[in-house]
């Protein structure tokens, strides 16, 4: 039906898009694999465990309605808003290291964030369902649209719900980064590392926050390629 139709193609160009998404979401991944790894190997000289850190910090901020409790998995750390639960995964949570500390003081960047009403974190919390619709019908409305006959109207649509995909992770971008100012500046002034460790625990945040750049990347190489794909003109082959 269309016999030149390019995604049909082995040697489609733009899937060269795809795998530079999947490589710099690969690396950035291994990235934080080790960095974390290597400062877990560097015990904090307070020695609190990321429990103890992120339980004190909540204290210390005046957040009483927050609980901490440990998950399964690596780096699977996380703060959920709708039940105001600060999930630590088992590395951070029994760990005295400065990466465990840091992670958890994040963490807690994410609760100071809901407690002040921080806009991003509220502007990510409404995009949330938005998106998982968005990539949920996304490549469906693209394919009916390109099997009823190429109907563009479909297809557009279909791009923009991918769309809102990119437009989340955009949208994450500044709540993590300003969470991992957060969690440095209560490090710092709250004495619970030393200079040399806030380092160490600058370089754990950074290498969290490039994965988010990462997939935010990979989600754009994909948008663009439905667009180059698939962005306004029909195809009568
Ligand atoms: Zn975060």
Redesign the pocket.
Known sequence: MYGGYPMMGLFDPTFLLVIAGLVITGLASSYVNRTFKKYDQLKSRNGVTGTQAAQYILQNQGINDVGVQQIAGDLT???NSGNKLLSLSEATAQSTSVAAIGVAA??C??AVQDAKHYIPLKLRAAIVPVANIGSTVSLPLILIGVFVGWNQTLINLGIFAFSLALLFQLVTLP??FD??RRALSILREGNMLDQDELAAARKVLIA?ALT?VAAALSTFLQLLRLVLLFGGNRRDD
């Open positions: 750390d996380n703060y994040h963490e960047g994410h709540v993590e969470a991992s969290a988010y």
